[in-house]
C-alpha cells in the first residue's frame, strides 16, 4: 500500500502545481474549484494508503523481489451479488431530482436512500461478526 500512497502524493503534487497555473493563467475559477477539489480528494486518498499502509503486514507490492505469485490467494469477502446499490442509486438519483423539480421530492428519495444504505452495510450480518 506504501507504493499506491505514494503514488497518489505524486499526483496531488501534481494536481496543486496545475491548479496553481490554471487559476493564475486562465482566471477562471469553476475549473480552478474542479482542480482543488481533486487535489484534496488524492491528498486524502494518499494520506489514507500511507497510514493504512503502517498497521498492516507488508504486501507483496511493497518488496522489490516480490514475484507476482507472492500476491496470490483470496483477498477477502466480495458479495456475489446485491440488491443494494440499486436502492441506493434510485434513492440519489430521487434526491437529485428533488434539487431540480422542488424540494418535496426528498422526503420520498431520503427514506430510500436510508433503507438501500441499511441493508448494504448489513447485509451479510446475521449476528456476531458472521458474513453469511
Do not use: N
Request: hydrophobic share 55%; glycine share 12%.
Amino acid at each position: 500500500m506504501k507504493v499506491q500512497g505514494k503514488l497518489f502524493f505524486g499526483l496531488a503534487v501534481f494536481l496543486l502545481a496545475i491548479t496553481i497555473l490554471y487559476g493564475v493563467w486562465s482566471k477562471e475559477p469553476a475549473g480552478t474549484t474542479a482542480l482543488a477539489l481533486a487535489f484534496g480528494l488524492t491528498l486524502m486518498i494518499g494520506y489514507y494508503l500511507v497510514f493504512t499502509a503502517r498497521r498492516v503486514d507488508t504486501g507483496a507490492q511493497d518488496r522489490k523481489e516480490a514475484d507476482v505469485a507472492d500476491d496470490a490467494g483470496e483477498l477477502g469477502f466480495f458479495a456475489p451479488h446485491s440488491w443494494q446499490p440499486l436502492a441506493l442509486a434510485i434513492g440519489g438519483a430521487l434526491a437529485f431530482l428533488g434539487i431540480v423539480f422542488g424540494w418535496w421530492l426528498l422526503f420520498f428519495s431520503l427514506p430510500i436512500f436510508a433503507i438501500g444504505l441499511f441493508g448494504w452495510v448489513f447485509e451479510f450480518y446475521h449476528g456476531e461478526d458472521q458474513r453469511y
